[in-house]
């Protein structure tokens, strides 16, 4: 990971995030910015990270989806100083973003927006077209929903609103 510290791209990074994440919660995936994209939304359970298990799957799609770099942003810092990462999208890029960033809300994505993951403490929102969901999720659309929904019953709060918002596809 090296830190990102050019000026201009910082401003285009934080521009992007604001299409990108909701205001209302400031972690969470637009509909709407999905939607424009084609893309469907999912979420996941997790703990403020990506799962170590997930990341040779994850890792393995993304790189043969958009090829080997991405950008990791820490959404709690989003004032124009931006807290912004250059990444190489493999098993041990996907690593040091968890060592480094997993106790934060973050964003992982590429500049150009082919695919988003959000992650916070809660849950991973994982967007993209469907067919490279399925590679990042590891089977259906229906099935990862009908997980996390059984997470978001069980933990109660605010997750099972999570569920129904992310529940229909977005496009």
Known sequence: ????????????????????????????LRLDWARGRAFQVV??????????????????ALKEFSGGSAIAVNIDVTD?????????IGPEGLTEVNRELGLYRFLLTREDEPWAIACNEWYNLFAAPAELLTELLGGTLEEARAEFQVY????GGSLPDVAALYREPAS
Not at 2 to 24: F, H, N, V, W, Y
Not at 80 to 88: H, I, L, N, P
Request: hydrophobic share 40%; proline share 7%.
């Open 43 to 60: 979420p996941a359970e997790s703990a403020a990270r990506i799962p170590a298990a997930d990341i040779p799957r994850l890792a393995a």
């Open 152 to 155: 978001a019953d069980r933990l």
């Open 1 to 28: 990971m090296r830190k990102i510290t050019d000026p201009d791209r910082i401003a285009r990074i934080c521009q992007a995030m604001a299409r990108m994440l909701s205001g209302e919660r400031g972690y969470d």
């Open 80 to 88: 124009e100083r931006g807290d912004a990462f250059d990444v190489q």
